[in-house]
């Protein structure tokens, strides 16, 4: 025993928290990098937080922490439960200690039902304590299993500053979303060195599976930021929109007025003409409240989390600005996710309509585009939380059903004067009903019959038709719109959520 086992403690401690040896803080400074008990501080109140497992691998040198430091905290007075790689170890390899700290903090997350945090900057797995971490009951497996369970009962959210490499990047993909570090974060599951064994491509990591390539080509990423202090603010940005657990609702605000924007000159007359919908967003909800996830990926449609009258809704809106606004594959998945985020966190759902509908052709069908739209079309029926639609511009064929149109229960379907409901816009539907007897026509004459016909085409889906037969509940002007909003969701906030008497539906195909 030492002759003063307090100050020999307090020496261990005073080790453990310096991390790593002095040149890989260095390196790690060099590329921009914070230590990762840096990043702790930054994020969290002052002196709140309380570390668990200080010290695991005490007794191995060059162990400190094992790796990882984990612990519990709070961020804006809200408890958080939070883990981070600390990368001067081990490059922020996973041993067999590290796994059961990152378990045991998922778990206490779960069991207190609080956000969860995740600062990612980890290499992967020990190679060489493999049985020890790798195949158990409490090993690697368990972290996602621990994931799976808290989805959706609390946030999980992931920063990622360094690699997540191999099985460790499961961690972010199992959060709702995932802020990246341009020029440092990364994921993937296998090295440039191991693709090129396995597959003979050579490539490296950045163009595999850097911030940049999963933010904008893979969907993965969810925010890229410029360095690490905007990657926390972010954490603490999206954590205000949402309740501690799916038991809660989500926090309320100060009520603040919209911006002064003519709703009205934003919306062409032609709806062949695009216009960008992110500043239709802005321009309904309470200024300076709207998020945009996922704002580089899939931009033909739009979402995140705003505030009508200092209460946080989830907005899903379709951007003609990008591919017309068509839904794809890759829109329909981000959409889905989001629905199903919103839904699982009591966040109302806001739909503002502008689709010609879901892309046709080759390359989507055998890419899956029906399993895709499908999956969309369940998210929307199986959302209990308040939900409007609100025709914007256009909400042709099966779009009008992915966007909460009237046979998906929303609490109202509310028209704007520019709105058009159809199986299809009129150009299609005369060219479909009529293509061989256009083409039977003298050329001087076509364009006269086709007129004549597209003006009946648009007389019968007329907006106030359309409300006259109820398929709308209302039809506002767009400076209505905001009011309008703000009186239904009141009206609906204590809306029932049972849907259907099963335990879960199986995915569409």
Partial sequence: MPEDPAAELARLRKRIAAGGAEKYHEANRGRGKLFARERVALLVDDGSFVEDGMLANAQT??????GVITGRATVDGRPVRLMANDSTVKAGSWGARTVEKIIRVIERAYAERVPMIYLVDSAGARITDQVQLFPGRRGAGRIFHEQVRAS?????ICALFGPSAAGGAYIPAFCDVVVMVEGNASMYLGSDRMVEMVTGEKTTLEAMGGAAVHCKESGVGHFLVSDEPAALDVVRRYLSYLPSNWRQQPPSAEPVAAPDVDLAKLVPVSERQAFDMRRYVRGLLDADSFFEIQALWAREVTIGFGRLNGEVVGVVANNSMFKGGVLFIDSADKATRFIELCDAFNVPLLFLSDVPGFMVGTAVEKAGIIRHGAKMISAVARATVPKMCVVVRKAYGAGLYAMAGPGFEPDATIALPTAKIAVMGADAAVNAVYAKKIAALPEDERADFVAARRAEYEADIDVMRLAGELVV??????AELRGELIA???????????FADRRHGVTPV
């Fill in 473 to 478: 509940d209302t039809v506002v002007e767009p």
């Fill in 152 to 156: 959706g009962s609390i946030p999980q």
């Fill in 61 to 66: 040198d060059g162990l400190p922490a094992d």
């Fill in 488 to 498: 239904r969701y009141a009206a609906a906030a204590g809306k029932g959520r049972d």
